[in-house]
């Protein structure tokens, strides 16, 4: 079956495998290996009004992912082997793209005790990534005992970086606007103080860790100083902090309040250089669904988070430019590769399995948050036109999208 005619050549797949790439005939579309993405809230099980496992799968092959890891703090926490293997096996029911669970580092997410890391990983999920994410593993010698133990079989503690006695009320950027609106401030030192900490944890420990939504120019330094000295650290960003800054807030619409908040236009940019020149990994959607009563209401108590699976390549595009084979990078491989999921993110060539994004670079779209595939409506970019859109998705060589539109 031909797929496509892209920048690389008509690309061919039979069997679920890519047979062969016909380099005379290249085309507009662009192809991309199936996108990964790190960090996605799917919701269920406990939030099912908000989104569920199928609909996020289908937000997910809509942005041209073939993998998601599915974070922890669903309710219940995905802090048992039942919990992550209930997950897993409804991303195989939903069946469009390949969810991972991630466990939680600790018990309910309380930051107390640690949770049955070995029998997650050790389950049918094959958990090798543990986050916490929404609260940040606080107790530095929790953290420390955590890392000790997934080094064990080479897995990976994921922190949600947010020292949570110097964000005590936060509600946005600590800095010149919050004090103008009268909101009280996240402060960058917040984040960079657990990645002081933790960079440091891990070089003693010896273990892998990745830091999620990082979000301020000096978490930038630190983990660029971090990975100078060769420990193992890694580190994700999110497309909105990649694009959007602390003045979105100013009309008070919360579909801009997010943990980590949006920052200001300096640490954007050094958020762009650290991606460029591989400081940070990878870019993670932290895609965060929430109700309608959750998030429109008054900012105070807005829930954190905004959609981003079905916006996210076209605004890292947007921000980083058609730059293919680092988009490749960003958001495949180095996703992929700290996830430890074998078959995603692999380079498109003959022989690999077809998991494939095809991207049409040209065409524009109004987003719509009535017109995508998740439950919830707090994508952060409506009414923004927006320049690339997915065309069609192949999840081992099975399209998930066509036209633009999910298969199922
Ligand atoms: O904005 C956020 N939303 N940040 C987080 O860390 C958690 C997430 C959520 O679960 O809604
Ligand atoms: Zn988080």
Request: some cysteine; overall charge negative.
């Amino acid at each position: 079956m031909i797929i496509a005619n892209t920048q690389l050549g008509e690309i061919t797949v039979e069997d679920g495998v890519i047979v062969s790439i016909d380099s005379d005939k290249k085309g507009q579309k662009v192809a991309l290996p199936g996108l990964v993405d790190l960090h996605t809230h799917l919701r269920e099980p406990g939030r099912e009004d908000a989104e569920t496992v199928d609909s996020g799968s289908r937000a997910a092959a809509l942005g041209g992912y073939t993998a998601v890891c599915a974070m922890a703090n669903t309710s219940p926490v995905a802090d048992t082997a039942g919990v992550v293997e209930q997950v897993w096996r409804l991303g195989r029911e939903a069946g469009l793209v390949d969810v991972q669970p991630i466990g939680a580092v600790t018990v309910g997410l309380a930051g107390e005790q640690l949770a049955e890391l070995g029998a997650m990983a050790d389950s049918a999920a094959r958990v090798r990534v543990f986050s916490d994410d929404g609260h940040c593993v606080s107790d530095p010698r929790l953290m420390r005992r955590a890392l000790e133990y997934v080094k064990a079989f080479d897995g990976v503690i994921a922190q949600h970086a947010e020292e949570p006695r110097l964000t005590v009320d936060a509600q946005m950027n600590e800095g010149e606007v919050a004090a103008r609106l009268g909101l009280t401030g996240w402060p960058a030192v917040a984040e960079e103080a657990i990645i002081a900490r933790d960079v440091l944890l891990a070089g003693h420990v010896g273990a892998r860790l990745h830091i999620c939504h990082v979000s301020t120019a000096g978490s930038v330094e630190l983990i660029r100083w971090a990975k100078s000295k060769g420990w193992r650290v890694t580190a994700e960003v999110t497309p909105h902090h990649l694009l959007l800054t602390e003045d979105r807030a100013t009309q008070y619409d919360p579909v801009f309040k997010v943990n980590p908040p949006l920052r200001t236009e300096a640490d954007v940019l050094a958020l762009r250089e650290g991606l460029a020149d591989g400081t940070i990994d990878c870019v993670a959607t932290d895609h965060a669904p929430h109700s309608v009563e959750d998030k429109e209401c008054e900012w105070a108590y807005a829930r954190p988070g905004m959609l981003g699976l079905e916006t996210a390549l076209a605004i890292v595009v947007q921000t980083m430019g058609p730059r293919w084979d680092r988009i490749a990078e960003w958001m495949s491989f180095a996703p992929a590769r700290i996830a430890g999921l074998a078959g995603q993110g692999r380079p498109l060539e003959v022989g690999a399995p077809a998991n494939i994004a095809i991207f049409d670079p040209e065409v524009r779209w109004t987003v719509d948050p009535t017109a995508q595939a998740s439950r919830s409506r707090n994508t952060p970019y409506a009414g923004m036109e927006l320049r690339g859109r997915i065309e069609a998705t192949y999840l081992r060589g099975e399209p998930t999208v066509l036209n633009g539109k999910a298969t199922r």
